[in-house]
């Protein structure tokens, strides 16, 4: 899985080395992926302050968060699968549950973050 400079999403053969899925719902430059354990989800950040969680089955977006300023510069799930958190230009560390559009907590950063 990749993501462009377009806000592309696009899923790949390893052994083919064809394109399979692409999905645009971005509209700056993907910044960081994450893949769910399951191998059929993954969240994706960008710098248009959207995270947004694909289901990769169905090649379509199920949840999207926004960040309050500034783009994300990376995003990590946790264990649970159900909650993210995302580093960005607003000098923010964020959590977010994928059940809710609002961060569940922020922590002010000194400087900006990135991975």
């Known amino acids: 899985m990749t993501g462009g400079e377009g806000g592309h999403v696009r ?43 694909w289901d990769l089955r169905m090649e379509k ?4 968060l926004r960040q309050r300023m500034g783009g994300v510069n990376d995003l990590a799930l946790f264990l649970d699968q159900m909650q993210v958190v995302s580093v960005g230009q607003e000098r923010r560390l964020t ?3 994928l ?14 973050a990135t991975a």
């Open 11 to 53: 899923i790949w053969d390893i052994k083919t080395r064809e394109m399979v899925s692409h999905m645009k719902e971005h509209s700056a430059a993907v910044t960081c992926i994450s893949i769910f354990d399951d191998d059929a989800h993954a969240v994706t950040g960008s710098k248009d302050r959207l995270i947004l969680c």
């Open 61 to 64: 977006r199920v949840a999207s």
């Open 95 to 97: 959590f977010w549950d």
């Open 99 to 112: 059940r809710d559009t609002e961060p569940a907590h922020a922590l002010q950063l000194s400087a900006e």
